[in-house]
């Protein structure tokens, strides 16, 4: 299964953008790129996700390296309640779906 | 509805005991996932039902034993479980075509086996 490598801790101020990078090197070109975000005590929530071109939605936006083996999520203005374990996740057709270590993304006022 | 439900919430049963974790959607949702998560852990995938058919089994041992009565429940049959079973189980849908459609998580039920 292709893996993801994610950077175990990341810190940002409030109201500013904050980018999260994914490194996917083994990626295939069915894979699609998958952002989910996990709050304490909560579930994972899906964020956004993407095959090849950059995507936007109302909670992130998603930029996606020509070669595919890297991506980054950015947060365009963080606020505290973004504080959470970001996970980067690559979905192949046959059904798995494969966490990476994820970033503890830590929001200061 | 965007929700997934799960019960219970919490669970401390034996390593003798047989308990059952439920799941519930009603997005219309034909894929329905169990992933166990450690604590500090990402979630590691367990099993994946499409159609109400078991399409991926990860290798689970058998004291885990899935159900998909229907289009709308997922069970997680526990049996003869170890202590280092105990974790948050994770229940997730989404629309079949895997790959391409976001998933639905429940907000789990953590175990605790003694």
């Known amino acids: 299964d292709a893996k993801t490598t994610q950077p175990n801790s990341m810190e940002s101020n409030e109201e500013e953008p904050v980018h999260l990078p994914c490194n996917h090197s083994t990626i295939s070109g069915t894979d699609y790129i998958h952002w989910y975000r996990q709050l304490p005590s909560q579930g994972p929530e899906y964020v956004i996700h993407?095959?090849?071109s950059n995507v936007n939605n109302r909670m992130a936006s998603m930029a996606i390296a020509e070669d595919r083996k890297s991506s980054t999520l950015i947060l365009h203005r963080a606020t505290l309640r973004d504080a959470a374990v970001y996970y980067c996740?690559?979905?192949?057709?046959?059904?798995?779906?494969?966490f990476g270590d994820g970033t503890t993304l830590t929001v200061k006022p | 509805d965007t929700e997934v439900t799960q019960t219970p919430k919490h669970l401390v049963m034996g390593m003798t005991n047989k308990k059952s974790l439920k799941c519930e959607q009603h997005m219309g949702h034909r894929a329905m996932y169990w992933y166990k998560q450690k604590a500090k852990k990402p979630p590691e995938l367990m099993f994946v039902?499409?159609?109400?058919?078991?399409?991926i089994n990860e290798s689970v041992p058998s004291r885990f034993s899935p159900e998909c009565p229907n289009s709308s429940l997922l069970n997680l049959h526990l049996h003869a479980l170890q202590p280092e079973d105990s974790a948050l189980y994770l229940c997730?849908?989404?629309?079949?075509?895997?790959?391409?459609?976001?998933?639905?998580f429940g907000p789990g039920t953590r175990l605790t086996v003694t």
């Open positions: 997730a849908s989404s629309q079949v075509g895997q790959s391409f459609y976001e998933q639905y």
């Open positions: 039902y499409s159609y109400e058919k078991l399409s």
């Open positions: 993407g095959l090849t």
């Open positions: 996740i690559l979905k192949g057709n046959a059904g798995k779906s494969t």
